[in-house]
RNA sequence: GCCCGGGUGGUGUAGCCCGGCUAGCAUAGAGGCCUGUCGAGCCUCAGACCCGGGUUCAAAUCCCGGCCCGGGCGCCA
């Protein structure tokens, strides 16, 4: 039979004439001559039991003598008559308690954060980091608004599809994947679940999106990079240009946003986040203007080359004085810099779009070539092999709608929703060069 | 891949520049006192210089190497 979750449980007891049974980790203990004090994290929130020598029997007392800070027990008894305890949410007046896992007296880190640890510390030790109610926010408020976000695709006529994060070729330009052993053969692990989604667009499936990991063997020491990664891949067909999938991408933040805004506002306050939903259309820059907006800024870049991290910060603060928004779309970017798929607008441009959120990269996508001809000239433009590339371009002959999407990562919009220092505070067990455990 | 910074009790820090008494503080831990809330308080105890080499009468402190970690750039989500 399956255990009942401890949140049921309590609910169902509290209706039982103020009688609860409660569970959860011992976050304090506190003896004062005859009266004793537990307070437990428990998914109702703070609980203190409280112990009085005269009203509770001596063998409960005892038993609180052996307690430690982080185990877990369960505790059945009534509700108190009248709650003194102010800083808790329930105070309960226990009459038996099962201790079902005795902690260690000295901890890693501290959940009750008296004495914060630091990130590596917290992340050796993370299912306790994971104890305290600011980092249970920041997932509470994940789960928000990837659930926005899907209800608003599903609501408007996407199918949720799930492609390969196993690919037998590594994609594009050889970039920084992670090899693995596949039969006898090689195989890589997605870095974008970007070619297959047009390949189910080629399916006749017109608009998709695919919610699941990727990953990137990019040696990257940042804050903003993490190896693996999940992301929210939109992709759909007769676009008449790549303006349409930039109006699917900011509906789809905005119902995320919205989302979390209406189910997690006393996750927000206890991050202390102010979150507005943003207007749209976002603003949009294209090149090559932006190489004239960065120069008034003071930045040069040379005609034709990309922009670096520094533009970005510029141009979040320009975007931001000009249209009063952290969000921004920069299109038409150099098509040298950009990968063979992505379709021209004119020789030098491209119809590849990302989009910038408090000045860092929260997507990238735009619209695709689906003319075979021009995809194959594109390779070769690139100087890339076509025949390595054959697996994917040999069904652009065989019928390809327009079409065109994004990939924006999950975690990253997290971390810049919530302002957080560091992406991986939006990854439960974070993935970096240097981390592949717990 | 390149560059910068850092490793001191369980946790978090001071000390390092300018080498020298018993390595300071906070918090957590152990023990004691207290019948209400508070990050409770007070008293006692225990607990640390990443590893290896060098310089020196003397190294947490200076030098070299290693290991581990954080960040910036590049690349990207």
């Known amino acids: 039979m399956l255990s009942q979750g401890l949140e049921s449980r309590g609910e169902e007891d509290i209706d039982m004439a103020e009688k609860v049974r409660i569970g959860g980790w011992v976050s304090e203990i506190r003896s004062i001559g005859k009266i004793k004090f537990v307070v437990l994290r428990t998914p109702q929130g703070r609980v203190q039991l409280t112990l009085k020598k005269s009203e509770v029997p001596d063998e409960l007392l005892s038993q609180i003598d052996d307690l430690t800070q982080e185990s877990v027990i369960e505790a059945t008894g009534f509700m108190s008559e009248k709650k003194i305890a102010k800083a808790v949410d329930m105070e309960v007046i226990p009459k038996s308690i099962v201790v079902h896992s005795t902690s260690e007296r000295k901890l890693p880190l501290d959940p009750n954060w008296k004495t914060p640890a630091l990130f590596p510390t917290r992340m050796n030790y993370r299912p306790l980091d994971l104890r305290r109610p600011e980092v249970q926010a920041i997932f509470k408020i994940e789960t928000s608004f990837l659930r ?7 609501s ?76 929210i891949a939109v992709e759909m ?7 349409d999938v930039m109006r699917v991408e900011e509906e789809l933040l905005v119902a995320g946003l919205r989302r979390v805004l209406e189910e997690r506002s006393k996750e927000l306050e206890l991050l202390n986040v102010d979150l507005d939903v943003p207007k749209t259309p976002f603003p949009e820059l294209r090149f090559p203007e932006i190489y004239n907006i960065l120069e008034d800024l003071g930045k040069e870049i040379p005609f034709g080359e990309d922009y670096d991290t520094e533009s970005e910060k510029l141009l979040w603060r320009y975007a931001r004085e000009k249209y009063g928004t952290d969000f921004l779309f920069i299109n038409r970017f150099p098509f040298k810099t950009k990968p063979f798929y992505v379709m021209k607008a004119e020789d030098l441009w491209a119809r590849s779009v990302d989009l910038l959120y408090k000045g860092e990269e929260l997507s990238s996508g735009g619209q695709r070539e689906h003319r075979y001809e021009v995809l194959v000239s594109q390779i070769r433009e690139k100087g890339l092999d076509l025949n390595s590339l054959e697996w994917f371009t040999k069904f652009f002959r065989y019928g390809a709608p327009p079409h065109g999407g994004f990939a924006m990562g999950l975690e990253r919009t997290v971390y810049k929703m919530l302002n957080l220092q560091n992406i991986r505070e939006a990854a439960l067990f974070p993935r970096d060069v240097e981390r592949v455990l717990p």
């Open 237 to 243: 067909a007769f676009i008449s240009d790549e303006g």
């Open 148 to 154: 926005g976000v899907i209800d608003w695709l599903d």
């Open 156 to 231: 408007h006529g996407f199918l949720m599809v799930f492609t390969p994060a196993i690919i037998g070729a590594a994609s594009e330009s050889g970039a920084e994947v992670f090899e693995v052993k596949y039969f006898d053969k090689k195989a890589y692990l997605r870095q974008d679940p970007q070619l297959h989604r047009q390949l189910t667009i080629i399916g006749g499936f017109t608009k998709i999106y695919d919610v699941g990991p990727n990953w990137r063997a990019e040696p990257s020491h940042t804050a903003r990079h993490i190896s693996e990664f999940r992301s």
